[in-house]
């Protein structure tokens, strides 16, 4: 159970970084646009810097299999998500059906799920988690853009436009340097790497800012979106790590993908009702509970995953 405790250890240590950020917001140090600075850095720089540092490894065949058969989890982790908030959640009057399924069903497995994956699995699970984030952008960039517009779904053109992000072609970058075992000089290693290093710090100072613009009060209020909380955090990563409990599937990999599902809901979740015109009130609800939340669901989690 060493893997629980291990993982008990960085969400706490995630939980202070974000209320550092609450508190960054609080005292005005940090705002909506510097916060939008620090996400911006994050994805264009920091985050990429951590999946190239991840790829700089020996060539192993079982690294290989590996990475495939995170893709295989991948996609069955999408797929039933896809049929539980098919089946748990309705459309209703009072409200947004489609946001709540959205957010029910795309984890925050870039944002959170890489700096989760590599304090609890270290460069191995973001090596893993690179194979999760590759065809989730697939997925949430075709079908899940295509739900929160209420259009049919992108052309392919469109949907290979938007998967064309600096964490995609660092993922990309990252494995033909694995493949062919090109190797970044020590000197431009070590800042990278320290780059790398920046990832959960920034990533949880930025969360702490949106969590700090929640209303609170009213959030605990809501009994809905502790459905939806329940069907995100707990329902959908439970049925995933009992499923996969009868395979033999080696514990990094298995672990990766139980953690990026147990995520909590995917900031898209709220950009995507903004740029829509849907209730992004109530999107922001859904991110910041789902986020505060699994602080306690993901250890939870992992508790049952590693029985």
């Known amino acids: 159970m060493e893997i629980v405790s291990i993982t008990i250890q960085q969400i706490i240590k995630m939980f202070i970084l974000i209320l550092v950020g609450v508190l960054c917001f609080k005292v005005k140090l940090l705002d909506t646009k510097k916060s ?12 990429p810097a951590l999946i190239i540092t991840s790829f700089q490894r020996d060539f192993e065949a079982e690294l290989v299999r590996g990475f495939v058969l995170s893709l295989i989890l991948t996609a069955f982790s999408l797929g039933l998500a896809y049929i539980v908030v098919r089946i748990l959640i309705r459309k209703n009057e009072k409200y947004d059906a489609v946001i709540e399924r959205f957010g029910a069903m795309y984890s925050n497995c870039g944002f959170m799920g890489i700096p989760l994956a590599y304090g609890v699995l270290g460069s191995e699970g ?8 590759l ?3 697939l997925l949430v960039f075709s079908v899940g853009e295509r739900t929160m517009k209420g259009e049919k779904a992108n052309g392919i053109k469109e949907i290979i436009k938007q998967m064309i992000n600096p964490a995609t072609v660092a993922s990309i970058i990252g494995v033909i340097m694995f493949v062919f075992q090109i190797r970044i000089p020590e000197i431009i290693a070590s800042p990278i790497s320290m780059i790398a290093d920046m990832n959960t710090p920034t990533a949880m100072l930025a969360a702490g800012v949106s969590v700090a613009q929640t209303n609170i009060k009213k959030l605990l209020k809501n009994g809905r979106l502790y ?5 995100k955090l707990l329902i959908i990563p439970i049925i995933f790590a009992l499923v996969l409990k009868w ?16 995520c909590p809901s995917a900031t898209l979740t709220v950009l995507y009702s903004v740029m829509y015109g849907r209730d ?12 505060i939340l699994s602080i306690i669901t993901i250890p939870l989690v992992v508790a049952i995953g590693a029985l």
């Open 135 to 137: 065809l989730f952008d």
């Open 36 to 47: 939008k600075t620090l996400s911006d850095l994050l994805i264009k720089v920091i985050t």
């Open 280 to 291: 992004d009130v109530y999107a922001s609800e859904i991110f910041s509970a789902t986020t």
């Open 126 to 133: 973001v090596f893993y988690i690179v194979g999760f984030n």
């Open 227 to 231: 459905y939806v909380c329940a069907i």
């Open 247 to 262: 395979f033999p599937i080696p514990e990094t990999v298995y672990m990766t993908t139980l953690l990026a599902t147990a």
